[in-house]
């Protein structure tokens, strides 16, 4: 089969031919539909920290090709979403519930051959079917959307409550598209990129701000007399969390959901002084998964708005090379 495969750092992604695998007893094989780009994907090969000839992605949507023994409810062609972790089930984390923190994960498109390629051998556990009505391009958009909706939960932002939504990339844009649905009284997106700033008006934002210009603090001020009660930090580079704290309302909550790799400073004094609640927001949960998906296949939130590309296996390294320094993309998928 085709792979699409790492190489070394800041190296284009290369095609090559790879034997197709195989379902062992327990393991089922997709082949795959969709595969969007992530930013850490771009990030692990900008910076290396992967081996060479490594399969990324891992948001992806698939039919089943080959069913393993043993393995039951699956038949050949199910469509598929699939869940990138597959955690170990015996560490304390799994035993409590809290698979999300699984000491011992294994990610999909990471230390497990991923969906740059046209199948993948993997586990059922990791395989829901997908619901009638949800197309596959939506599909692969479930997995940042779960990271948006989980993002929603750590902040407990109840309706009627203002927010801001610092970055609208991927991530920002389904955190906003999350803020409307749960009936946030105001939306304000602070985007540096006219083109992510259209998409984050598609996505529910109230208004949309350059924060190389305006405040997002001052234009949301201007339409509900007050400062956000949640911050969601979506970009991830250093001095972004000491911003959102300046942001924030006295007692207001902030949300991190930008991966910054490197070290940052905050102000301590500036935080407890305006007693501001710091929250990180990583994970996903399986329900959050399940919720995603039908809410997505009903039609009730779109993803549509920000997938801006899609392109065939032969065209993707360029398209993932090219977003490293977007201009008009936002969600890039492959499609098969
Ligand atoms: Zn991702
Ligand atoms: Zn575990």
Redesign the pocket.
Known sequence: MKACVFKAPGAPLEIIEVPDPKAGPGEVVVRVKNCGI?G?DLHAAQYGVLPSGTIMG??FSAVVDEVGNGVTGFELGDPVMVVPMINCGVCEFCRSGQALLCTRQTGIGFEAPGAYAEKVRTRPEVLLKMPPGLSHRAAATV??VVVGLHGLHRSKLLAGETCVVMGAGPIGLVTTMWARFAGARAVVVSEMAEGRRAMALKMGADAVVNPREQSPVKELVKMTGDGPDVVFECIGVPGTIGEAIRYVRKGGRVVVLGACPENDTISPMRALKREVDLRFSAGAELREFETAMALLASGRISTEPMITHVVGIDDFPRAFTALSHPTDQCKVMLEF
């Open positions: 992530c850490s891992h948001e997995e940042p």
